[in-house]
């Protein structure tokens, strides 16, 4: 299952004196469900440009920001994860650079994302997203706070990751394709068969990362010329925070 590999990257990334950057936290509840954040919270820094849902994350240290201009240091996270967050991102390059500015020399961005190639996703593109919006809404439990952004899928394949990571000056360290077991058709039985069965199919022909449900990365930032000496307290991360409120609990 793509999330026990998230789970098992970020954990091995966990480093006594570092801090790890949780980009699109929102309410942060899958990161806190996967790794029991009670035990690490301090060592987790939450950005979100939506300050609806971050406001709701049990964190310490939250900030409202965008990941394309984030008010940080340089090199001073040992990691940077996300969790479905890329397919939101209109310039991911931006994003990617600016993540690996702050990390240190070394360090992760690990994400886990959904497969833009996959049938899902591709279902997905042809759904206007308020409609997508409105069946999302039902049974929610009122945490839908400005949970559906639009969604471009513009870092979201094998090519494209390694594409920017390349441009972006990090290399590839990893990146794998799952595709589990199909959610989305519980309710219909006879459609539910057969999507176990294109599940299957996926496995066996082992098209994991071409047409697989979730892709799950780390890419390792280059060994610079000049280390990061220097990586401080909890608010020595804290670079200049931009006018306008960037910064809320």
Request: with cysteine; hydrophobic share 45%; proline share 4%.
């Amino acid at each position: 299952m793509y999330l026990n590999r998230y789970q098992e990257l970020i954990t091995s990334a966990l480093e006594p004196d570092g801090y790890i950057l949780h980009l699109g936290s929102g309410d942060g509840i899958l990161l806190n469900r996967l790794l029991k954040l009670s035990l690490h919270r301090s060592r987790f820094v939450s950005v979100d440009v939506d300050w609806k849902g971050i406001v709701r994350n049990p964190g310490r240290l939250r900030v409202v920001a965008d990941a394309a201009m984030l008010p940080f240091k340089d090199g001073c996270f040992t990691a940077v994860c996300s969790e479905h967050l890329l397919e939101h991102l209109p310039k991911p390059l931006e994003v990617f650079r600016d993540s690996r500015r702050v990390l240190r020399d070394e360090g992760q961005f690990i994400f886990a994302a959904p497969n833009g190639w996959s049938y899902i996703a591709l279902l997905a593109r042809m759904v206007p997203l308020q409609f997508r919006a409105a069946l999302a809404s039902f049974g929610e439990d009122g945490r839908g706070y400005g949970r559906h952004f639009p969604t471009y899928y513009r870092a979201n394949s094998v090519f494209s990751i390694r594409r920017l990571a390349k441009l972006s000056g990090l290399n590839v360290g990893s990146l794998e394709g799952f595709v589990g077991e199909p959610c989305y058709t519980l309710a219909l039985p006879v459609v539910h068969l057969i999507m176990i069965a294109l599940h299957k199919m996926l496995e066996i022909f082992r098209l994991h990362r071409v047409a697989g449900i979730t892709l799950v990365g780390l890419l390792v930032k280059q060994m610079s010329r000049h280390n990061v000496k220097d990586y401080g307290s909890n608010m020595s991360v804290i670079g200049r925070i931009p006018q306008g409120g960037r910064n809320r609990e």
